[in-house]
């Protein structure tokens, strides 16, 4: 047999709205079966027979894993993976791969677009064009908000927050980070807790992952300590900002003003957070050009075919860099 028929014959489960271009290449490569969603009520007795790779968006629970007795590998499609159980993963010798880099520097650029809009309120300028304001109200009003002589504070100082930190040093803005360690070779302040990187900024860009040990990191404390003046992008993930005590604060003038792309229940973005005129909000588009899309789909395939014909894994997160390959 040879090596593409080997593959052939390897099923890969696929929950529904996946990528069509990562679809595309599994359908020539691997025997693609689809399933609605992530359910383990949903697993057949033939793909607990045959399913030995999960190509997914979507969160894998333990519960999905056990009922997949055959299953080695789950390339999750992102470089976040707080919604993958990879602790049950390790314990059960499955590898998790993710995608990172390749979407890093697409992340970052929004990053720098979403707190450029923050600050200067351009999506409500655009508006008072296109609405015709501004032939018939005169000039927009100036911004009560400017980069110029802001201190930036990165909280996930990993690929994405490095790179975010390479565009800020060429405004000429100062930056600190908090990370879980300091970060060897790189010069930029490091302070030891979150609060104390908001007290010394009034800047703070989150580039943090999910997960228990950042669930609502950004809370009321933190957002008093970055001030009246301050400013809050997140970039990261939802579930590090309790959203609640975020909209309380633009509210009430604690800080000045937030850009989010990300949100503890998307598509759901709380009515509070809505109804805000101190807030620019996205639809959780970091990555989401067809160029950086089409390069994580390869990479979540390519790590699918490198585990399945070389028996290795490209992007391995770090929990399940341990589990081999079953002989």
Same mark, same amino acid.
């Given at each position: 047999?040879?090596?593409?028929?080997?593959?052939?014959a390897?099923a890969i489960?696929? !929950?529904?709205d996946?990528?069509?271009?990562?679809?595309?290449r599994? =359908?020539r490569t691997?025997?693609r079966?689809g399933?609605?969603?992530?359910d383990?009520?949903? @697993?057949?007795d033939?793909?607990?027979?045959?399913?030995r790779g999960?190509?997914?968006f %979507?969160?894998?629970?333990a519960?999905?894993?056990?009922?997949?007795p055959?299953l080695e590998?789950?390339a999750?499609?992102?470089?976040? #993976?707080d919604s993958? =159980?990879?602790?049950?993963?390790?314990?059960? $010798?499955?590898?998790?791969? $993710?995608?990172?880099?390749?979407?890093?520097?697409?992340v970052?650029?929004?990053?720098?677009g979403l707190?450029i $809009?923050?600050v200067r309120?351009?999506?409500r300028?655009?508006t008072?064009?296109r =609405?015709?304001?501004?032939a018939?109200?005169g000039?927009?009003p100036?911004?009560r908000?400017?980069l110029?002589?802001r201190r930036?504070g990165?909280f996930g100082?990993?690929?994405?927050?490095q790179a975010?930190a390479?565009?800020?040093?060429?405004f000429?803005l100062?930056?600190? #980070?908090?990370n879980r360690?300091r970060?060897?070779? &790189?010069?930029y302040?490091y302070?030891?807790t &979150?609060?104390?990187? +908001?007290?010394a900024v009034?800047t703070?860009?989150?580039?943090a992952?999910?997960?228990?040990?950042?669930?609502?990191?950004?809370? %009321?404390?933190i957002?008093?300590a970055?001030g009246?003046n301050?400013?809050?992008? $997140?970039?990261?993930r939802?579930?590090? @900002?309790?959203e609640?005590a975020?909209?309380?604060a633009l509210?009430?003038?604690?800080i000045?003003?937030?850009?989010?792309?990300?949100f503890?229940?998307e598509?759901n973005?709380p009515k +509070?957070?809505?109804g &805000?005129p101190? +807030?620019s909000?996205? !639809?959780?588009?970091?990555?989401?050009?067809?160029?950086t899309?089409?390069a994580?789909?390869?990479l979540c395939?390519?790590n699918?075919?490198?585990?399945?014909?070389d028996r290795r894994?490209?992007?391995p997160v770090?929990?399940?860099?341990?589990v081999?390959?079953? !002989?």
């Open positions: 047999m040879t090596k593409a028929e080997q593959l052939g390897v489960l696929v !929950p529904a996946f990528s069509d271009h990562a679809v595309a599994i =359908d691997f025997n079966i399933i609605e969603r992530a383990p009520a949903l @697993v057949t033939e793909m607990r027979r045959a399913v999960i190509a997914s %979507a969160g894998i629970s519960a999905m894993m056990d009922a997949l055959k590998l789950i999750s499609f992102g470089v976040g #993976y993958v =159980d990879v602790g049950h993963a390790a314990a059960k $010798n499955i590898m998790v791969t $993710n995608t990172p880099d390749v979407l890093t520097e697409e970052a650029d929004t990053a720098i707190l $809009n923050t309120d351009l999506p300028a655009e008072w064009l =609405d015709g304001s501004w018939k109200k000039n927009y100036l911004s908000l400017t110029r002589a930036v990165i100082m990993g690929r994405i927050g975010i390479r565009r800020l040093e060429a000429g100062p930056i600190a #980070y908090h360690r970060v060897e070779g &790189l010069s302040q302070h030891d &979150l609060k104390g990187l +908001a007290e009034d703070l860009i989150s580039v992952p999910g997960g228990a040990s950042t669930q609502k990191a950004v809370n %009321a404390e957002l008093s970055l009246a301050g400013v809050f992008v $997140n970039i990261g939802g579930s590090t @900002v309790d609640a975020l909209a309380a509210a009430d003038g604690t000045a003003a937030a850009g989010l792309d990300v503890a229940d598509p973005v +509070a957070l809505l &805000l101190n +807030a909000l996205l !639809p959780h588009v970091g990555s989401a050009s067809e160029h899309r089409r994580m789909a390869d395939v390519d699918l075919v490198s585990w399945f014909s894994p490209l992007t770090p929990e399940t860099a341990h081999k390959a079953r !002989p």
